[in-house]
């Protein structure tokens, strides 16, 4: 049975951001310029010419979407120790729409999830929230990633929720002091589940297949 040490994993993902801090509160500092900074100047502008605003607020969107997709990105590069560059931000055009239209998916399911009285919601949440990861890793299709997601996570569902729960509470204390210490925590997170992401994946490989059962050999009959 997979099993995960949130001590562990809390070790790795913050000696990992420790020692690629000035990459990884550089690409912070982009995504959160962009989240906030693109927002508020397109409902500036939307208030003399709401197409212009609307238009701006949607490039601004897509813009951080990209930016994200590329901390993933780094993120996984940093677990795997190579070295990652703040070009990295910017991730191919094909692995860019296959992560937009997963993330459509997934919003979907949570959406569908909350529906059904919140419970599905969380359980869905947690076991296909590395698909963002598989996306990147592997370049896979969108509803693909999903799929995978679900798979690796099989069985480490109720740790992965108290691990998110945890990463949730460190991001809120990084708020308190000024908003700065989200700069250390949030990219902490991110760290935290890639390699999350890559342990699960290497159990997944590693773990052989079950024979069906028409190909197992059954022992012959010896006669008494």
Not at 70 to 95: E, R
Not at 104 to 133: D, H, N
């Amino acid at each position: 049975m997979t099993k995960l040490s949130i001590e562990e994993i809390l070790k790795i993902s913050w000696d990992k951001t420790k020692s690629n801090i000035g990459v990884l509160i550089g690409v912070t500092i982009i995504f959160y310029f962009l989240s906030v900074a693109g927002s508020s100047i397109g409902e500036s502008i939307a208030i003399v010419n709401p197409a212009a605003g609307a238009l701006i607020y949607i490039v601004s969107a897509l813009l951080t979407i990209m930016v994200y997709a590329g901390m993933i990105k780094i993120s996984l590069k940093i677990c795997d120790n190579q070295p990652a560059l703040l070009s990295d931000l910017f991730p191919g055009t094909k692995v860019f729409w296959d992560y937009t239209v997963a993330l459509s998916y997934y919003s979907l399911i949570l959406f569908a999830g909350t529906i059904l009285l919140v419970i599905p919601a969380i359980i869905w949440g947690v076991a296909y929230q590395l698909f963002p990861y598989v996306v990147m890793d592997n370049s896979s299709g969108a509803w693909q990633s999903i799929k995978k997601s679900g798979k690796i996570t099989m069985g480490v569902r109720n740790q992965l929720l108290w691990l998110d729960l945890l990463y949730i509470f460190l991001n809120f204390l990084g708020l308190l002091f000024f908003g700065i210490g989200i700069l250390i925590t949030y990219p902490m997170s991110l760290m935290g589940f890639a390699c999350v992401y890559r342990k699960l994946r290497k159990q997944t490989e590693e773990t052989p297949p079950s024979e069906p059962a028409e190909l197992k050999k059954t022992e012959p009959i010896k006669p008494e």
